[in-house]
């Protein structure tokens, strides 16, 4: 029987009839092809019921690990990054691992990474929105890659935004739109030109379909600048499609310079569901993507090949949200 002191996982073995073993299997979380799931089962039970706790400081010890995992992002005011950050510290929790987030800006370079020496401070990284190229820097610590380039050697978990602008130009044809305008972000990411590849597709698709481009910095006034090169046109597009809610902010500032009523004399859609979406008035039509399902889904697949695993992740779908800043195309527009 287990005794009365503090239990210790002899103690969780006894209780659940197996050995020390797989105890320490079940609940490192490496019991998966190793342990039946009904015993792993019957070892966390038993360790519910006798109220133990690894001693996760001394394991790391043991092991050699630091049971901690850097988050890399481009940059921390961005509310979508601390929706990532909070899937992955979620999923880490569970596993009894910490996060600790860095920013590293697109413009970075490798003596500009957090350690000199990643692998003895950290057990694996999660680099969001970065180029595929950020994961040499590392010197072999264990690397999965977020909302890059899934060409990458890294296991990268992405968003599906190809089908989020097939979505949006359905929904914008539908509303006899054809004229379409993309206000683009200007940043050399895998993302940003996957967005913008499937949006012209789509757009010159459409029977009369028109597509037309104007790029700036993810800055409202660097997008308000390039929706008004688009505004400025001779036969100028009914809709815009822009690349991010925060692009879409500048897309309404250069409409309302032009005395142009959204959406009634123009349609405005973003990509993302951030919060500004929902400040903007009229509410922003656009495609949510799921962040934290990507911060956890990240963490997920680094998990898996820290125990020698190959990951591969599935693209996680958008979700179209229309709001009122779509409405049908003006009546003089063909």
């Known amino acids: 029987m287990p005794g009365t002191g503090r239990p210790t996982s002899r103690d969780v ?30 070892v966390r039970e ?41 899937g992955a510290a979620r999923v880490a929790a569970e596993h009894g691992f910490g996060i600790v987030a860095y920013p590293w800006p697109d413009d970075a370079g490798p003596a500009d990474s957090p350690f000199a020496a990643p692998h003895e401070a950290i057990d694996g990284i999660l680099a969001s929105s970065l180029a595929t190229d950020v994961a040499s820097a590392f010197r072999g610590t264990p690397v999965v890659m977020l909302d890059s380039d899934p060409a990458g050697a890294a296991p990268t978990v992405v968003f599906d935004v190809a089908s989020g602008m097939r979505a949006i130009t359905a929904h914008l044809a539908a509303l006899g739109h054809r004229r379409i305008g993309h206000v683009a972000a200007s940043i050399g990411q895998w993302t940003f030109h996957d967005r913008g590849a499937a949006l012209a597709e789509a ?30 046109l001779p036969d100028p597009p009914t809709a815009l499609v822009c690349d991010d809610d925060l692009i879409s902010a500048g897309a309404y500032k250069a409409a309302r ?16 569901d951030v919060q500004i979406a929902t400040a903007l008035e009229p509410e922003l039509t656009t495609v949510r993507l799921p962040a934290e399902a990507l911060g956890a889904q990240g963490m997920t697949a680094l998990l898996e090949v820290l125990d020698g695993g190959t990951p591969r992740p599935g693209p996680l779908p958008g979700e179209l949200v229309v709001r009122g800043s779509t409405g049908p195309a003006p009546r003089t527009a063909p």
Request: hydrophobic share 40%.
């Open 13 to 42: 073995a006894q209780e659940a009839g197996v050995s020390q073993s797989t105890v320490s299997l079940v609940l490192g979380g490496k019991w998966s092809g190793r342990v039946s799931p009904a015993t792993a089962q019957t």
């Open 46 to 86: 038993a360790a519910g019921r006798l109220g133990y706790r690894p001693n996760l400081a001394a394991r790391s010890l043991r092991l050699g690990t630091t049971r901690t995992v850097l988050l890399i992002v481009p940059t921390l005011s961005a509310p979508f990054f601390g929706d990532v950050y909070q």
């Open 203 to 232: 757009v010159r698709a459409l029977p009369g379909g028109s597509y037309v481009r104007s790029a700036g910095d993810l800055e409202v006034g660097s997008a308000r600048d390039a929706a008004g090169r688009l505004l400025d």
């Open 257 to 272: 310079a032009r005395g142009l009523e959204v959406p009634g004399d123009l349609s405005v859609t973003g990509i993302d």
